[in-house]
């Protein structure tokens, strides 16, 4: 059982939708906004959602309500073309997956990707009622999206919550996010709790899965909630792939259950597997604070981690720096590398679990 601080309660409901744009903007542009934008209700705002004419074959969506926190979630799931193998599909869970899922489902198809890997997104619902309801709390950097659609700015509200450990209103304003309320973040744990019991088993009645191959993906405030995952649920995924990850926030609180993580992995109690990525450019302002040292932060993360003597099957893949890359486009080259480290042998587990198999481009029938 991993431990649990308690999440503030709140009151009202914190319903959200999905479709961001670009959800890594939430750390940089929001709190520069939140200086100059005074709280106000971006409910007024009329813009709508166009529709959408594209879809991503052979998916799935699956809506509930969590029992854990009365919050609505919405999970996509790419499923794959190929027959499941032996031990059933590897899975990527994909946080903010509003954003980055139909990136994910493409990259692990093809026969020379990662292919026989079942993708999910988390994210939140879209309907018009769920948005409103969402868009008429106070808001201080609602300027930033005038002439968006609601529901491309809804995700953040609850992706504040589900994705920060408890704070106060005290280090929120030290943090340059004064105007917000700390009632509206500190759901992580019951997040991961979440995922743990409501999503997999979703995602596990769908398909077979082998759930000693899993993985999950976080960037920014989700790499925050992937290295904290990591550090307190070490064997709930195979493989953690935590992109850009603000270890800043909050006074660094994160890395709190560090030290007892380390001595898990010294005394071979656990063994993930754990890819640390950041763009070379996340330290350089005006696109973030240089006092955020978000490069620098994550540098010395990979050097504590790496000197830990855990047994075989423990991997710190070496720290993974894109050049010329800032946080608002970190996150794809992350992917494309985080796939590749999570699911190196899937191709050849197939040929394997089925040598007649004919590789396919599209959706078997």
Not at 275 to 298: F, Y
Request: net charge neutral; glycine share 6%; charged share 20%.
């Amino acid at each position: 059982m991993r431990p649990r601080r308690t999440s503030p309660s709140r009151d009202e409901a914190m319903p959200v939708t999905r479709s961001a744009p670009l959800v890594c903007l939430v750390m940089a542009v929001i709190a520069s906004a939140a200086h100059s934008a005074e709280p106000r209700s971006p409910a007024a705002s009329t813009a709508q959602p166009l529709p959408a004419d594209v879809a991503i074959p052979n998916t799935r969506r699956l809506e509930f309500v969590s029992k854990i926190n009365r919050h609505r979630y919405l999970i996509t799931v790419a499923l794959p073309f190929e027959p499941a193998p032996n031990k059933g599909y590897g899975v990527l869970y994909v946080l903010d997956g509003y954003t980055y899922f139909a990136s994910a489902a493409e990259a692990v198809r093809g026969p020379d990707k990662a292919p026989g890997v079942v993708v999910v997104g988390i994210g939140y619902p879209d309907d018009p009622a769920y948005v409103q309801q969402v868009m008429a709390r106070p808001w201080p950097a609602a300027a930033l999206f005038n002439g968006q659609p609601p529901s491309r700015f809804a995700p953040y509200l609850e992706r504040f919550y589900d994705l920060t450990l408890p704070t106060s209103d005290e280090s929120l304003k030290q943090m340059g996010f004064g105007g917000y309320k700390s009632q509206n973040f500190g759901g992580l744990n019951d997040f991961l709790a979440i995922i743990e019991s409501e999503i997999k088993p979703r995602v596990a009645a769908l398909v077979p899965v082998d759930s000693g191959n899993q993985a999950i993906f976080g960037h920014s405030l989700g790499g925050y909630a992937v290295l904290h995952a990591m550090f307190v649920e070490p064997d709930a995924f195979r493989t953690y792939i935590i992109a850009s990850p603000s270890i800043f926030w909050d006074n660094k609180a994160v890395l709190a259950d560090e030290n007892r993580f380390s001595a898990a992995v010294n005394a071979g109690r656990t063994r993930p597997r754990v890819l640390i990525t950041m763009g070379s450019e996340e330290s350089t302002p005006p696109a973030l604070p240089a006092s955020w040292a978000m490069v620098e932060n994550g540098r010395e993360l990979v050097r504590r981690l790496k000197s830990l003597h855990g047994n075989s099957g423990y991997v710190i893949e070496d720290y993974a720096v894109f050049d010329k890359t800032n946080h608002f486009f970190s996150p794809w080259p992350a992917l494309a590398r985080g796939i590749a480290f999570a699911f190196p042998g899937v191709h050849t587990v197939l040929k394997e679990d089925h040598p007649d198999r004919k590789e396919t481009h599209g959706p078997t029938q």
